[in-house]
């Protein structure tokens, strides 16, 4: 266990923990995705720092915030910065399967029986529901990570904000060319705000 | 269901989209729609919800709305395609950049980009919200349900689950 590509985390820490194997990276991200109804996140982070101790609480937030800013799942992204973190590109490959493949397996499932039986007015009646219910969520937590930015008053991100939705959900203009734009002009203004707070 | 997509189309399709998707899934939904809704007719604007809900019920990623998506564009090839193609990108790019960073040392620039792209995912979530919602919720019992469980969701720490289930079980009693 001396070659462990983990260059953070020395020997000697009182519960410095051995780096996971394959099989124990595949199984561990298997159990937190099976878990994971309505988000994975909450699982992996009581998985990954709480029960297996591989990840400092510091070490978890820097992780996940690097897999936040990049585009794509972020949940997905994490498991391949993690896995590769500990065992390389395979351990990135185990991680992301463990991951993804049990619940495809069961999503797939669904879409055949959904195929099958997704006329069936019963079904309609329940889904419909689920649905409703569902974007109401969705609208949760936009309004939970709307709440910080209002109370900073930054009337640059809130117009940005504002102009997103409006160009992608009302005018339904396509997302890359709204983010062609909105990306610099954020990323712009962000430096310049920080440059001059500094 | 018209006009089956071929399987090289269905990855180009989400292996871009994979790459736009920032923050995560839910912002990437207006796209998702966009393209198989409104474009390409893979799935009707009943089927897209439907997706939608069935992947909040799963377990797993909110991601694998894509795995119902291509099952109902092109089968299970479909179904697996569009999975890889939505996830893949993305997840070699995190693995490039965190090994990148890893040499970098003590850039400003994560933070900043990082600060720059929350306002702009916020308001695609909130697209991704309208859009689902001008889709699906048709009568005023619908728009009560879905404004009920935002609050709920947002004020209290019930989990969604239960929150879901409810919303089938007034489903299937016919109330909404």
Known sequence: MALIDAPDREAGGAAAPAAPGLGELFVAFAKMSLAGFGGVLVWARRAIVEQHRWMTAEEFNETFALCHFLPGPNIVNLSVVFGSRFRGIPGAIAAFAGLLGPPVVIVTTLAVLYAHYGELDTLRRILAGVSYAAIGLLFAVVFKMLMPLLRKRDPVAIGLLAAVFVAVGVLRLPMPYVLAVAVPLSIGATYLLRRRTA | ?176
């Open chain 2, 1 to 176: 269901m018209t006009g089956a997509p071929s399987l090289g189309g269905l990855a180009a399709t989400f292996s871009t989209m994979s790459l736009f998707a920032i923050g995560g899934a839910n912002a990437a939904l207006p796209e998702i729609h966009r393209v198989a809704v409104t474009l390409n007719h893979w799935l009707t604007e009943q089927q897209f919800a439907d997706a939608f809900a069935i992947a909040q019920l799963s377990p797993g990623p909110n991601v694998l709305i894509v795995t119902l998506i291509g099952y109902q564009a092109a089968g299970l090839a479909g179904a697996l395609v569009a999975t890889v193609g939505m996830c893949g990108p993305s997840a070699t790019l995190a693995y490039v950049v965190s090994r990148l960073l890893g040499r970098a040392g003590q850039s400003p620039w994560p933070a900043i980009i990082q600060a720059a792209l929350v306002p702009l995912s916020i308001g695609l979530m909130a697209a991704s919200g309208l859009i689902l919602a001008l889709g699906s919720d048709r009568s005023v019992a619908a728009m009560v349900l879905t404004a009920t469980v935002a609050v709920l969701a947002a004020v209290t720490r019930v989990n969604p689950l239960w929150l879901l289930l409810a919303g089938g079980v007034l489903g299937f009693a016919g109330v909404v």
